[in-house]
């Protein structure tokens, strides 16, 4: 299995990954440290573990707004999903109710000839 070093606040890291996951790491590791670049100022005050700590609640925090919004995103879709429904219910009604009136005038219309032809 393939291994990628990083440095992540002084201390070389070593990383195995799938050979398929490798992006997805890369850029992992450059989120993480783009966050954790966030606590430069205070870094000399508090331990690696906290800044480490800290860096994971952004994330944490970033991964619930995420989720609400994906959230909010479904509910607006399935809302939209059920509109199309009733639209869709609504067409064929109106199409069946048309095709009734269409039934009725081809009725009338033959029977207006019938008629005229007795006339004649």
């Known amino acids: ?6 440095n992540v606040l002084g201390s070389l890291i070593e990383i195995s990954y799938m050979p398929d996951e490798k992006t997805k790491l890369l850029k992992a590791i450059e989120n993480f440290k783009k966050r954790l670049s966030s606590f430069e100022k205070i870094q000399n005050k ?3 573990n906290k800044l480490i700590f800290l860096t994971a609640l952004i994330a944490e925090d970033y991964i619930l707004d995420l989720e609400e919004r994906l959230k909010n995103t479904k509910i607006t879709n399935d809302n939209k999903i059920n509109e199309a429904e009733e639209i869709n219910i609504k067409n064929i009604h109106v199409s069946n109710e048309i095709n009734l009136a269409n039934e009725k005038i081809n009725f009338l219309i033959n029977k207006i000839i019938k008629t005229k ?4």
């Open 117 to 120: 032809k007795y006339e004649d």
């Open 46 to 48: 508090f331990t690696d």
């Open 1 to 6: 299995m393939p291994k990628i070093k990083t």
